[in-house]
């Protein structure tokens, strides 16, 4: 029971870094019914961005971590929206009005541009970070076994759950949310009627982009070390949550994220942790094959 309990939170915690990495998926994807396959590794350059901007701080002789944090998350949200700005602009707006597979191509090529440059700039070997926000406090013992909840896993939940808010908002009560509506809808009747379809799709990379590299940063403060290639293995976990939410819900994209997270927990723990990822690979065959638009999707309508 004790050990169970620690997993599912183990899965939890991980579950919503997911879940804010496949956000960034299903946005794109609802609005322009395309998937960035570059968006693990904009995760993953959040990652090396918010390394660098503790390691400036440092020097800096800025050690309040609290006020680390705040910048740290300015610092690689902002640089990672410019990353998301210049995927849209460079593999997919030449690309919008060609055959599907052109911008799947061009999206592949942009990721693997990306991981090249994270290994000639940072080197292919891991970078490490101290515990910056260490301790937790005991909440069951059964056994000799003691269920521990970390602060660092407190700070991820409310960090993950505040920005999911926020931006269900932004999307729901704000009109950039129903510019990002209408053109899910129909691009070419939102053009129609005024709204600007370049900058409403220019700004729903930058916001994915910026919540990836959050969930980058809280990987990073989690597990203490990355590397160039992080992005591909959690951008492959975070499509695979948003597939099994339905791609193009909000709701779905995060519990997915939670659902791959308590797989993988679960199964690391009672299985093999070597065969972890096909655990949660599985899931998606299994899901594709019986519920292809995913526990919340909606099938496509064909317009004719």
């Given at each position: ?153 407190i700070v991820i939940t409310i960090v993950t759950l505040t920005l999911l808010g926020g931006f269900t908002w932004l999307v729901t009560k704000t009109p950039l949310g129903r510019a990002m509506r209408a053109c899910e809808q ?119």
């Amino acid at each position: 029971m004790a050990y169970a309990l620690q997993q599912l939170i183990n899965g939890i915690t991980l579950g919503m870094i997911y879940g804010l990495i496949a956000v960034g998926y299903t946005m794109v994807y609802g609005i322009i019914g395309m998937i960035n396959f570059a968006h693990g590794d904009v995760f993953m350059i959040g990652a090396f961005l918010s390394l660098i901007s503790f390691i400036l701080l440092g020097i800096a002789g800025i050690t309040y971590v609290p006020l680390a944090l705040f910048l740290t998350l300015l610092f690689a949200a902002a640089i990672s929206a410019l990353y998301g700005w210049a995927i849209e602009r460079i593999a997919y707006r030449p690309l919008r009005g060609s055959f599907r597979l052109a911008p799947l191509i061009s999206a592949i090529g942009m990721s693997i541009a990306l991981q090249n440059f994270a290994q000639v700039s940072q080197g292919a070997r891991d970078k490490n970070l101290i515990e910056l926000i260490p301790g937790g406090f005991d909440i069951f013992q059964q056994d000799g076994f003691v269920v521990q909840l970390t602060w660092m896993q407190i700070v991820i939940t409310i960090v993950t759950l505040t920005l999911l808010g926020g931006f269900t908002w932004l999307v729901t009560k704000t009109p950039l949310g129903r510019a990002m509506r209408a053109c899910e809808q129909d691009m070419k009747m939102t053009a129609l009627l005024g709204i600007d379809v370049n900058r409403t799709i220019s700004l729903t990379f930058v916001i994915g982009a910026s919540l990836a590299a959050v969930a980058g940063m809280l990987f990073l403060l989690y597990y203490g070390s990355i590397n160039f290639y992080i992005g591909f293995n959690a951008g492959v976990k975070a499509f695979t949550a948003a597939v099994l939410g339905g791609v193009g819900s909000l709701p779905g994209a995060v519990i997915g994220g939670l659902a791959i997270g308590l797989i993988e927990a679960f199964w690391s723990g009672y299985a093999s942790v070597e065969y972890k990822d096909v655990a949660a690979f599985s899931v998606l065959i299994i899901v594709l094959i019986f519920m292809p638009t995913g526990l919340l999707g909606r099938a496509d309508v064909e317009k004719v």
